[in-house]
């Protein structure tokens, strides 16, 4: 009795590894893969779910980065593309499925439909830069000033927004205009778990009890207190029903720079600088 029942358990557990490793390599790739249906489909869904961060097009926004490119820096493989979509990324802004408020949660065949929307319209070669990546490094560094404020790899300012992947995650023409129009559109900030959006650069303007004014970008806020970084890099920590008046701006701390400052062939090198750090 006892060598006909190991048998048929010994059976039973093969043909379970099997079966799951069947599974497994089937989600290895898309099942809809090349479905055009499923791609025009995926673009509905990637809209409402996706867009608010990676933008129309799939080419990238203030948060989300450009999708569209071959070589993503989380996923390699469909199986990867749909594990990220599902569970998120910890210690991103890249929620699991369904609990960031935006959208509703996807069945496993919407996620696929995604996917093949996003293979659908990734460029195959990366464009080549059409600014020179060498001299916009020395601009970034130098005459146009943008280390001041910003830092690149660890080298540069704190007022602003860090570059490092900014390259990476904006499309060419988004960056151009966040140069030419800083307020259009203020960059994101602090992210935190519990905050569906981040904080953004805001300018704010404090007055304490004493009447000392500090100017600078708020790093972080909350009902009660505000963190704001001046001009020198200083950080305060402020509460709020201590100061004599508070108020905030949707005018970038960064200025306006017009072509008669920075030229169209500057901001070229910039970009292709910025691209050529964005894209490692």
């Not at 948060?63 to 749909?82: I, V, W, Y």
């Not at 996917?115 to 659908?120: M, N």
Request: aromatic share 6%.
């Amino acid at each position: 009795m006892r060598s006909l029942f190991f048998p048929a358990v010994r059976w039973t557990v093969s043909i379970t590894f099997l079966a799951a490793s069947a599974v497994s390599l089937a989600q290895d790739r898309n099942p809809l893969a090349g479905d055009p249906k499923a791609a025009k489909a995926g673009e509905y869904e990637f809209r409402i779910n996706c867009a608010l961060c990676h933008g129309l097009g799939a080419r990238g926004g203030g948060r989300g980065p450009d999708l569209t490119r071959a070589q993503k820096k989380h996923t390699r493989s469909d199986a990867e593309m749909f594990q990220v979509i599902s569970n998120g990324i910890p210690g991103t802004v890249m929620p699991a499925n369904g609990t960031n408020g935006q959208g509703v949660g996807m069945t496993d065949e919407e996620i696929w439909q995604i996917i093949a929307y996003i293979r659908s319209v990734e460029v195959k070669a990366p464009p080549k830069p059409l600014g020179n990546v060498a001299r916009g490094k020395e601009l970034f560094y130098g005459d146009a000033n943008c280390s001041l404020c910003h830092m690149v790899e660890g080298k540069g300012g704190r007022l602003g927004p860090e570059l490092t992947s900014v390259g990476g995650s904006r499309a060419r023409e988004a960056i151009i205009d966040s140069v030419r129009n800083p307020s259009r559109r203020l960059a994101w900030g602090l992210t935190e778990a519990t905050k569906e959006f981040p904080q953004e650069y805001e300018s704010v303007t404090a007055v304490t009890a004493d009447g000392k004014e500090i100017k600078g970008v708020a790093l972080n806020e909350d009902s009660f207190s505000v963190q704001i970084i001046d001009a020198n890099e200083k950080i305060h920590l402020l509460e709020k029903d201590k100061l004599r008046s508070f108020q905030k701006s949707r005018e970038s701390a960064m200025p306006k720079y017009d072509a008669d400052v920075l030229s169209d062939k500057d901001l070229e090198d910039i970009v292709a600088y910025l691209t050529s750090v964005g894209a490692k």
